[in-house]
């Protein structure tokens, strides 16, 4: 039974796996929503490259920015994920009552990532804390 079960999930893991597709891709390849919203936010910088990640369940695209900024979005066009290793992002991109949080709680500390789920927020700060947010924008965790 053990070698039926570890069998099973070894054939699950190869198909999960053979599915997966991140490959680059040209600019012109992503949803006309993606490239609207890269022109309207950020003209004045160069994309460095542009991949298509195609899972079994969707696909995502990311954009990679020579000044190291990435924006994930998925299949429909709309962003789910801005991050940066090395700057900030600009707050627009951040709920104002999420911007609110941080002023109050961590004043002067600035986001390195949003990312959107469908059930709320969660952002990466200067300070290295990692803040969830639910859907009404109730800080739910922190993690250090």
């Given at each position: 039974m053990?070698?039926?079960?570890?069998?099973?999930?070894?054939?699950?893991?190869?198909?999960?796996?053979?599915?997966a597709d991140d490959k680059p891709?040209?600019?012109e390849q992503l949803?006309?929503?993606a490239k609207t919203f890269v022109k309207a936010e950020f003209p004045a910088l160069s994309v460095?490259?542009?991949?298509?990640?195609?899972?079994?369940?969707?696909?995502?695209?990311?954009?990679?920015?020579?000044?190291?900024?990435?924006?994930?979005?998925n299949s429909?066009?709309?962003?789910?994920?801005i991050s940066?290793?090395?700057?900030?992002?600009?707050s627009k991109y951040v709920p104002g009552q999420i911007v609110s949080t941080v002023e109050t709680r961590w004043p002067g500390v600035q986001f390195r990532k949003i990312e959107k789920y469908r059930y709320g927020y969660e952002v990466e700060l200067t300070n290295r804390l990692e803040l969830k947010?639910?859907?009404?924008?109730?800080l739910t965790e922190i993690d250090d």
């Open positions: 053990k070698k039926i079960i570890t069998i099973l999930l070894s054939l699950a893991t190869f198909t999960f796996c053979a599915f891709i040209d600019y949803p006309s929503a460095s490259y542009v991949t298509r990640d195609t899972d079994l369940l969707d696909t995502t695209y990311d954009v990679h920015f020579a000044n190291g900024l990435k924006v994930e979005f429909r066009g709309e962003w789910k994920e940066t290793k090395t700057a900030t992002i600009d947010f639910d859907k009404q924008f109730r």
